[in-house]
Structure formats: structure tokens, C-alpha cells
């Protein structure tokens, strides 16, 4: 397994700005799991790493603010039995989520008007609407008397 984390084609961040933990995995695996350190947390100082480019640092940092604790990004990855599977799970995991943040922001809408199809549309619908309710009112013409 490769040690750098490549997150873009430009954007690598080098293995010693990373760190892993490992620590006992819930889930199946009978008695290894009570043995085996198979969960991995890795995890990334955002705030301080060099391998972050500039432009993109204060971007990155906004959309994860709900996810940092003292500017360090964490994944974990614990679905696999094995320590090596859950390790690419981790590393694959916390790429995603970086590119996610360091992607562009979506462009604004342009706003455009109505067609006069949708506001004929619009406007005949309410009339139906309309009657519908008025036929609700349960006014009965009176004077009738049979």
C-alpha cells in the first residue's frame, strides 16, 4: 500500500502528516475480535498540514468545520475483518471526503421567468382549486320548498 494519500492529481499529502490508530473492531469475527486491533482511525491535521494547498485551505476548512476537532480530520473504518482491508477503507474514505470539500462550488442559478405556459398553467389551476373549495361551503339555495 502506497504511503502517500493521493486525493487529486495535483494534491498529494505525504504519509508523515498522517496518523493511524488501531484499536478492537466491533461486529463478526467471533473470538479474533476480542484479540485483534483491526479498526483503524486515521486522521489529518488540516489546519496546520503543508500538503493542504492555499487556495484551497480556507475552503476545505469551512465545509469540514462540523467534522474537525482542533482543526484534525478523522475517518474510521471498521466494516472488514481484516486490519490491511480496513486500513484502504480508511484511506479511501478520508480522500473522498477532502475531495468533496476542496471541489468547486456549484454555480449560481440564473434566474429566468416563468413561460406563459406555466403561468396559464399556474392560474388555471387555482381556479379549479377555487370551485372545488366553493363547492365545499355547503350553502344550499333556500326558498325551495317542495
Do not use: C, Y
Not at 493521493?6 to 498529494?12: K, N
Amino acid at each position: 500500500m502506497p504511503d502517500d494519500l493521493e486525493i487529486t492529481d495535483g494534491w498529494v499529502i505525504p504519509a508523515a502528516e498522517l496518523s493511524e490508530r488501531f484499536s478492537r473492531s466491533s461486529g463478526p469475527g467471533g473470538q479474533g475480535v476480542n484479540t485483534t486491533d483491526s479498526r483503524v482511525e486515521l486522521s489529518v491535521d488540516l489546519a496546520r498540514a503543508e500538503a493542504v494547498p492555499a487556495r484551497l485551505r480556507s475552503r476545505v476548512l469551512d465545509r469540514l468545520a462540523s467534522r474537525l476537532v482542533d482543526g484534525v480530520l478523522t475517518v474510521t473504518a471498521s466494516e472488514h475483518r481484516a486490519q490491511l482491508d480496513n486500513r484502504r477503507a480508511a484511506r479511501e474514505r478520508l480522500a473522498e471526503v477532502l475531495r468533496r470539500a476542496a471541489a468547486p462550488p456549484p454555480r449560481k442559478r440564473r434566474q429566468t421567468r416563468p413561460t406563459r405556459g406555466s403561468q396559464e398553467r399556474r392560474l388555471a389551476e387555482k381556479k379549479r382549486r377555487g370551485e372545488t373549495k366553493r363547492g365545499r361551503q355547503g350553502r344550499f339555495e333556500q326558498g325551495r320548498s317542495e
